[in-house]
Structures are given as C-alpha cells and as structure tokens.
C-alpha cells in the first residue's frame, strides 16, 4: 500500500530540517570557518634599522632574484633589514634565518626574507593589521 504525503506535510519536513541546521549553526563558532584576525607570529627578536623600509622598485627587483642565490646578491637590493626575526627550522638540519622589511608603500605589510646558511631561500609577506 502506497502511502501519500500532502504538499503540508513535505512543508513541514523541509521546516524541520531547516531548524536542526540553524540550531547546529549556532553552536559553530564562524569567527574559526572564516578568515580573520590571527596572532602575529612574526614578532621582532632584534631591531637591526628602525628607519628601513623596501621601496617598490627594490621590492621589484629584489622579486627577480632567484632561490638559492648567494645572499650578497639580495644585499645588493636591499640593505639592512627593519629586524631579525625567529629563526626557524622548516627542513631537518636546516636553520632559517628570517629578516623583515616593511614595505614604504604599506608599512602594515611586511617582506619577509628567509636564508639558510649564505643562500637566499625565499620570501613570504606578513600582514600586521
């Protein structure tokens, strides 16, 4: 025997299922799903140059080097850093040294410049807002 279901009925099922979800998204917290505010991690260990900061054409040029370049090629660009940050160990036996350069056009915004040994390794931005 087949059973029927009125249109009410199916109203009533999508009405329940509709509360369940909200009552679940309540106890989510949307400050984890969404990007935001997280802790700077990127703190100064030393103060090197208060006065530094990395114009567009130096961070345009500086950019165009490549990885694994000796780092006089970098001290070429830029001079000294803003400041030291922790050093970091992302491969076994490898010790990264990390400065920070604020840009002169965004000074919230900081170019991070990583070296392992005497070789340049790359770079990554951090944003200080």
């Known amino acids: 025997m087949a059973q029927q279901y009125s249109r009410g ?4 099922y999508m009405l329940a299922g509709g509360s369940v979800v909200a009552a679940l998204g309540l106890l989510v917290d949307p400050a984890k799903l969404l990007p935001g505010q997280y802790p700077v991690k990127d703190v100064c260990q030393e103060i090197v140059q208060p006065q530094a900061k990395l114009s567009r054409d130096a961070l345009t040029r ?4 490549p990885e694994r370049s000796h780092q006089n090629q970098v001290r070429q660009v830029v001079a000294q850093p803003y400041c030291n940050l922790k050093n970091l160990q992302l491969r076994v ?3 990264s040294r990390r400065e920070a350069y604020p840009l002169e056009f965004d000074p919230s915004t900081w170019l991070v410049v990583l070296y392992e040994g005497e070789e340049y390794a790359g770079y990554s931005f951090s944003f200080r807002h």
């Open 93 to 95: 036996g490898a010790t």
């Open 62 to 65: 500086l950019l165009a080097i």
């Open 9 to 12: 009925t199916g109203v009533k």
